[in-house]
């Protein structure tokens, strides 16, 4: 075991702060990272605050990690010391179910283990994220981050960028599809890159007129201010796709009919009940379906990865020092921030 630095949290309302935890030795196909950057995701702050009641404390957040390789285990043949690497929001899975043989590890019957907030298979010791200055993760669940993506932004790919182009994938966007994307924050941006690098016809569904322009910035053809009757009325009718990135309780009700017959809404935002009630008349006269995404397998988080290197595609981060992440909770929770907070570690180690 190691005793290394990190930031946490104690209690529901604790905040974050600083404390000391412990990393085991490495197994033999472990890898041991050196966290250069974090992105700060809002499961951090649903975490921290046991919003979803089920934290157990002390937690360490931080599932978007970038940083170099400083040792390997006696069988670990896909690293070596100085890889730049990435892990995301799961650390285990059993590798022998289902799921796991069709690399959907986030779905492993035999329950999935998160960066944060679970439990070793082997020593059933507490896993602690990437709020730290380093990490020891299995080589399996280690990423190569491709050259040409910059570090820092990459960092937020290893749950905004997966959790969006994951659904998009699997339900095979292509060129020519009609794609809309409801909500515009550190998902729904990354949404829109992926849907138009995928050849999509992008919409952005927001709340504001003001985020028009931010909107097709980002790469998005069109926007309908989904308060607007006459806007939402337009648009009836017209989608293939919705990707639904909005994390609180919203009415679904407006948003599927604006799909197709057929036509798909995606939800990897909200994890609430339903709000006002689901009308069911609306999925069974068109056979539209309403359908859940989580995060995406190894496998394709690395597919992920390339793409964006291909593409060009980053998303778009603040830096932040540690110190400051209790503020930048706090602007989270007001949607202020452009679009993910990501923590420079150095300011970890410095202090």
């Known amino acids: 075991m190691s005793i290394v630095k990190a930031f946490g949290a104690v209690s529901p309302t604790s905040g974050v702060a600083a404390m000391k935890i412990e990393r085991r030795k490495l197994r033999e ?5 050196e966290i250069d950057y974090c992105g700060v995701c809002h499961s951090d702050l649903h975490y921290v605050e046991n919003d979803w009641g089920i934290t157990r404390y002390p937690i360490v957040p931080g599932h978007e ?21 990435g892990v995301g929001c ?29 439990v070793d298979r082997i020593d059933h010791t507490p896993t602690y994220g990437g ?16 050259e040409t993506l910059d570090r820092a932004s990459a960092a937020p790919l290893l749950c905004a960028g997966i959790t969006t182009y994951s659904p998009l994938r699997h339900v095979g966007v292509k060129a020519g599809d009609k794609v809309g994307v409801i909500g515009m924050g550190g998902l729904g941006h990354m949404g829109v890159k992926f849907a138009k690098a995928l050849g999509a016809e992008v919409t952005l569904f927001t709340r504001s007129k003001t985020k028009e322009a931010e909107a097709k910035k980002q790469g998005a053809d069109h926007v309908v201010v989904s308060t ?8 009836a009718n ?5 990707l639904d990135t909005i994390p609180v309780t919203h009415d679904f009700n407006p948003y599927l009919k604006c799909l197709k017959y057929d036509g798909k809404h995606m939800v990897v935002g909200q994890l609430s009940p339903l709000e006002p009630a689901l009308g069911l008349g609306a999925l069974v006269t068109k056979r539209r379906s309403l359908m859940g995404s989580m995060i995406g ?4 988080t690395q597919e992920m990865l390339e793409f964006c290197a291909e593409h060009n595609i980053r998303c ?3 830096m932040l020092d540690i110190e400051n992440i209790n503020q930048a909770y706090e602007r989270m929770k007001k949607g202020d921030v452009r679009y993910r907070f990501v923590i420079d570690m150095k300011s970890l180690k410095q202090d």
Not at 238 to 242: A, H, P, Q, V
Not at 297 to 300: L, S, T
């Open 228 to 235: 607007d009757a006459a806007q939402m009325s337009a648009v």
């Open 131 to 146: 709020y730290s200055e380093n990490i020891v993760v299995r080589e399996e669940f280690v990423l190569s981050i491709p």
């Open 65 to 85: 990690i970038i940083g170099h390789v400083t040792a390997v285990g006696n069988s670990v043949t896909r690293y070596k010391p100085g890889d730049i690497v």
């Open 90 to 118: 799961l650390v285990d899975s059993c590798k022998e179910c289902s799921a796991c043989d069709h690399g959907l590890e986030q779905y492993c019957e035999n329950g999935m283990v998160g960066t944060y907030g679970g």
């Open 238 to 242: 017209t989608f293939d796709y919705l």
């Open 29 to 33: 196909n472990d890898v041991a990272i």
């Open 297 to 300: 397998g190894i496998a394709e």
């Open 316 to 318: 778009d981060v603040e």
